[in-house]
């Protein structure tokens, strides 16, 4: 029996997940949009269909966390708290951009938010991780670090050499791994010894877990978890989330390699009207409340567009600047 | 003033500021409970613990990668990497990662750092433990790169490095490690990074070095004294950011250049600045300018083929008699 909502939130928090998930989702579906426009250009990798590992995973952390990404983190910079208009900006190149138009789709950052940065070198956040951990131990900050990867990233000498060192100084890392199968094209199967990537912290004596992506509160019971056991603990803890990307790697690609059934299959498990299906039943939100949320994330949205486009391009000299301090 | 080897001026500065600022934390490669490969951290263990004072796995790209964490999250990192060799392995975490994140992130955070390395060659360890490539780090905007040549510097050096608030990476000679010198005692010995220094005065040619062929040049200088030849040596101290004006302002008052690097010819730092060089002061050079490198050959082990590898004060000399000889 599937346990119901309101035992595990308020419905306050519930509609929040909700809230954020389909916001996340029109943001990247406009996002695509506008990169066809030619609004947005260079690597946009888009999140939708994973939606429900940001939000569950994120709704899980306290304020003060820190978290730190790859490159397909716009959702998770989102969820964190970070203003849409300012992430379009950034993604339109803009001088209001949340990293004045320097970082891009890949590198947005925001300390206020305990946002870290999203890095484009496969595993390049994983060392990250490890020494903001050990800057918030060692300064005895009542704090973890989330840090997000893909399955990719764990064939990367930097996975076992964080895993390792996070273990070895009794780090407080989570490590949370979106697994949605492909790293680009290359189905986990054909990359990894060992796929099922929760199994591969038993080398380092690191307790971890699996939980169902799609299923946005089995992504906060199982962060949740994680999340205090690492505290009390002090030491890393894994969640491996099985999740699915809607889209190709990048807008540059058009997923050939994925069967149309395995495509279907997944998007017929989307996270955000299954969500809403139990939130209905459980008598949490009406029809309408949906087509309310609905409408106020386009709205948000369009507004982040607009934002973006009367947004000015950065001065000729910003590009001598924030280089040194 | 005391005087003391390069090495135990590097210990000092690194007491000096961990005494003075708690956020400073030391870790690399036996640098704790082995005191160092270099013994440049001996001491720091028994006195300030290893909570400050840690040693790591073998990971040099986590050796960096962490302490670009650890900046972000408000400490001061020392990392050590064994040698300069090693740093290939975390070119990563150095070029990717702590070169860019101040400037892709818009501003917003700050890498207080050094990254300590020895290296440089001469003591017979083969190819793959006798390189110099500062050139390597220099090429990269973002980083500040400093190779001291004398222990006075060594320490006023890393001390500044280790209060600036950027990246530093910090180039030790592993043949300087015993040479001997005057050294301030003053906790405030600071030695400006970006600044040159010239330690000999001279008007017939300007000799443009740094760490071990620094010293080298010196020694070269004084033999050419005896043959009427009078050298002005620039230490550049600090090859990123670069104090182009000291050796510029040289060469254009002796008219004269030779530059002296250890490091492989072929896009090394001597030829950065031969280009400078001739890019500013072609209309008053009396002679193109030289420059004496390392041979553009992977290290042979042999000490008699080794030698040849590695700029000898005799090169420099005959280098400086040559360009006496030409007049344009």
Known sequence: MESRLRAILPDHDLLKLHRQMVLCREFEESCAEQYTKGNITGFLHLYSGQEAVAAGATHALHRDDYVVSAYREHAQAIVRGADPKRVMAELFGKATGICKGKGGSMHLFDPELGFMGGYAIVGGQFPIAVGLAFASKYRKEDRITACFFGDGATNQGNFHEGLNWARLWELPVLFICENNFYGIGTDVQRSSALPSIHKRTCGYDIPSARVDGMDVMAVFEAVKWGAEWVRQHFRPYLVEAITYRFRGHSMADPGKYRPAAEVELWKARDPIPSFERRLIDEGIMTREDLDAVAAKARETVVEAVKFAEESPWPEDEEVYHDIFI | MAEMTYRDALNAALKEEMRRDPSIVLWGEDVALYEGSFKVTRGLLAEFGDERVKDTPISENTIIGAAVGAAMGGLRPVAELMTVNFALLAMDQ???????????????????????????????????????????????????????????????????????????????????????????????????????????????????????????????????????????????????????????????????????????????????????????????????????????????YSRKIEKLCIPQVEDIVAAVRDLMRQEY
């Open chain 2, 94 to 300: 150095l070029i990717n990662h702590m070169a860019k994140i101040r400037s892709m992130f818009g501003g917003q955070v700050n890498l207080p750092m050094v990254v300590r390395m020895p290296g440089g060659g001469g003591s017979q360890l083969g190819a793959q433990h006798s390189q110099s490539l500062e050139s390597y780090f220099m090429h990269c905007p973002g980083i500040y790169v400093v190779a001291p040549a004398t222990p006075a510097d060594a320490k006023g050096l890393l001390k500044a490095s280790i209060r600036n608030d950027n990246p530093v990476v910090f180039l030790e000679h592993e043949l300087l490690y015993n040479s001997k010198g005057e050294v301030p005692s003053d906790g405030e010995h600071l030695v400006p990074l970006g600044k040159a220094a010239v330690p000999r005065q001279g008007t017939d040619v300007t000799i443009i070095a740094y760490s071990r062929m620094s010293v080298l040049s010196l020694q070269a200088a004084q033999m050419l004294e005896k043959d009427g030849i009078s050298c002005e040596v620039v230490d550049l101290r600090s090859l990123a950011p670069l104090d182009t004006e000291t050796f510029l302002e040289s060469a254009r008052k002796t008219s004269r250049a030779v530059v002296v690097s250890e490091c492989w010819k072929t896009c090394g730092v001597g030829s950065e600045i031969a280009s400078l060089v001739f890019e500013n002061c072609f209309d008053i050079l009396s002679a193109p300018v030289k420059r004496i490198s390392g041979l553009d050959v992977p290290m042979p």
